[in-house]
Nanobody, 123 residues
């Protein structure tokens, strides 16, 4: 019933900007921590940034000063603003969220993944 949908990817030139969105839909109690991962061809998936319920953020060293993560709890959406993009940022970006839902025996936390959105930085 719960689904994560990423959007906002595309093709940009080096130095350009993109804003990725991750929206949660379905029946759930709340979204806890949300993480953005990325995976480039031939490489392992790596953590880009994460944000908790209070808005506290963490960033990979390669993205600090360029990427900004924020969330809108009312819209169940998290945004990843990416500025000064570099070719090395090219990857499929995935949204990952821990979401609480109500089950017959009580509340349960479940890890969800979006389908990914392609970001290509090239001249």
């Amino acid at each position: 019933q719960v689904q994560l949908v990423e959007s906002g990817g595309g093709l940009v030139q080096p130095g350009g900007s993109l804003r990725l969105s991750c929206a949660a839909s379905g029946s759930f109690l709340g979204i806890n921590i949300i993480k953005w991962y990325r995976q480039a061809p031939g490489k392992q998936r790596e953590l880009v940034a994460d944000i908790d319920r209070s808005g506290r953020t963490n960033y990979a060293e390669s993205t600090k000063g360029r990427f900004t993560l924020s969330r809108d709890n009312a819209k169940n959406t998290v945004y990843l603003q990416m500025n000064n993009l570099k070719p090395e940022d090219t990857a499929v970006y995935y949204c990952n969220a821990v979401i609480s839902t109500t089950q017959p025996m009580g509340t349960i936390l479940t890890d969800y993944w979006g389908q990914g959105t392609q970001v290509t930085v090239s001249s």
